[in-house]
């Protein structure tokens, strides 16, 4: 067991998750800045998933993401992750749309 899993098992359920997040103030770190470059953006996720790894809270984070097909990165998946899990942004841009569009005809 990990230690975000032994944290994880701490937060009471009826707590906010979002309160306990590690990313609080580092949103740079999780939403890709306007015409981001293919290796920019694995640096900044490699960045971001290094906090994700220490975060007490990434599986209700992971679920907020995929039920509410959230763009950015969440608990250690950006949206191509979500998309090939299944939960796919509503309004898939670039090369994910492209792949999105080819899928569903
Ligand atoms: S798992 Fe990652 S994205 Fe989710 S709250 Fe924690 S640090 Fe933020």
């Known amino acids: 067991m990990s230690a975000a899993e ?4 701490h937060v ?3 707590v ?15 939403f890709a800045p306007k015409a981001e470059r293919p290796q920019a953006r694995e640096r900044r996720e490699a960045r971001a998933a ?10 209700p984070c992971r679920e907020f ?15 191509e992750d979500r998309h090939l899990l299944g939960f796919t ?7 994910r749309a492209r792949n999105a569009g080819a899928a569903a005809s």
């Not at 290094?50 to 599986?59: E, F, Q, R, W």
């Open 6 to 9: 032994v944290l994880e098992f």
């Open 12 to 14: 009471p359920r009826h």
């Open 16 to 30: 906010d998750w979002q309160d306990y997040a590690m990313c609080k103030g580092r949103t740079e770190l999780f």
């Open 50 to 59: 290094k906090l994700c790894a220490a975060c007490p809270v990434t599986g």
């Open 65 to 79: 993401a995929r039920n509410g097909r959230e763009y950015g990165f969440w608990a250690g998946e950006n949206e």
């Open 89 to 95: 942004v509503s309004a898939p841009i670039g090369i």
